[in-house]
């Protein structure tokens, strides 16, 4: 986070209810998170190098999407699901992403609790991007939509 750390700091105490003053809660919504959660949906997980919540969050969207091919629903409600996972997805990444921070943080503790330079290194090379995951769920979705969702669409 680097020069950013006081403003995100303030963010994330108010994501774990330490501070519910009015800067905290407009840190927290004034960072893009939520949108980039809304508009990218698994893909920002597995950039930001979350790929436990991506694996959730692409099992929901595909068990849900399995399940309800099986039903006959009017076409337009079919056609809202993106935009509601959109919106969980946005609503929750800013909670995940603080929980997958609070996790390497706490790793990093007890993997170097007598150095705090050795930690922090740690933690750098742990943190940061990762396009090479963008592109192994990209290959990962479009595979499943060709094993899954085109042969149903192809059967109506």
């Not at 909670?95 to 933690?123: E, T």
Request: hydrophobic fraction near 50%; aromatic fraction near 18%; charged fraction near 20%.
């Amino acid at each position: 986070m680097g020069a950013r750390y006081p403003f995100f700091e303030l963010a994330f105490q108010h994501l774990d209810g330490e501070n519910d003053t009015k800067e905290a809660s407009k840190a927290m919504m004034c960072r893009p998170a939520g949108y980039l959660g809304f508009f990218m949906g698994p893909i920002w997980f597995f950039y930001r190098k979350m790929r436990l919540e991506g694996f959730i969050i692409l099992a929901i969207i595909f068990t849900i999407s399995f399940l309800l091919s099986f039903l006959e629903l009017p076409r337009h409600l079919g056609q809202a699901l993106p935009i509601a996972y959109g919106v969980i997805q946005g609503s929750y990444a800013k909670k995940f992403y603080w929980k997958a921070v609070d996790r390497k943080i706490a790793r990093a503790k007890d993997l170097f609790p007598h150095d705090p330079n050795q930690a922090l290194a740690w933690l750098e090379s742990k943190g940061g991007v990762s396009w090479l995951a963008v592109v192994v769920y990209s290959m990962f979705y479009l595979g499943m939509l060709g094993l899954f969702v085109i042969p149903l669409i192809a059967t109506r």
